[in-house]
Nanobody, 125 residues
Framework: VQLVESGGGMVQTGGSLRLSCAAS????????MAWFRQAPGKEREFVAGIRLRGGSTPYADSVKDRFTVSRDYAKSTVYLQMNSLKPEDTAVYYC???????????????????WGQGTLVTVSS
């Protein structure tokens, strides 16, 4: 299984970006996919997730009402639409897949088996 992120870049405060995570090699109908981010000098943190069966979409409090996670089943792709971006959103964003994940572990990085290479998002003030 390979996860490939795209869509990162530089944007001004208040701008928008859409990240994509394309999965290849195998398709999964259960488990969790999620977006995490890691800023310089900080630990990797959960941003948003999506249950592959049922479609629940938990969010971190810091991005709720600004970010939206979605999935295109036909394209095996997960998206993260990011609006009203702030300088504190600057980080490398990673997507991750946990085929056996359950809702209670969706925010836990160690529960994920597959990770993308990351895409850098920079928000300037």
């Amino acid at each position: 299984v390979q996860l490939v992120e795209s869509g990162g870049g530089m944007v001004q405060t208040g701008g928008s970006l859409r990240l994509s995570c394309a999965a290849s090699g195998r398709t999964f109908s259960e488990g969790n996919m999620a977006w995490f981010r890691q800023a310089p000098g900080k630990e990797r943190e959960f941003v948003a997730g999506i249950r592959l069966r049922g479609g629940s979409t938990p969010y971190a409090d810091s991005v709720k009402d600004r970010f939206t996670v979605s999935r295109d089943y036909a394209k095996s792709t997960v998206y993260l639409q990011m609006n009203s971006l702030k300088p504190e959103d600057t980080a490398v964003y990673y997507c991750a897949l946990s085929p056996r994940g359950i809702l209670s572990t969706i925010r836990v990085p160690s529960s994920y088996d597959y990770w993308g290479q990351g895409t850098l998002v920079t928000v300037s003030s």
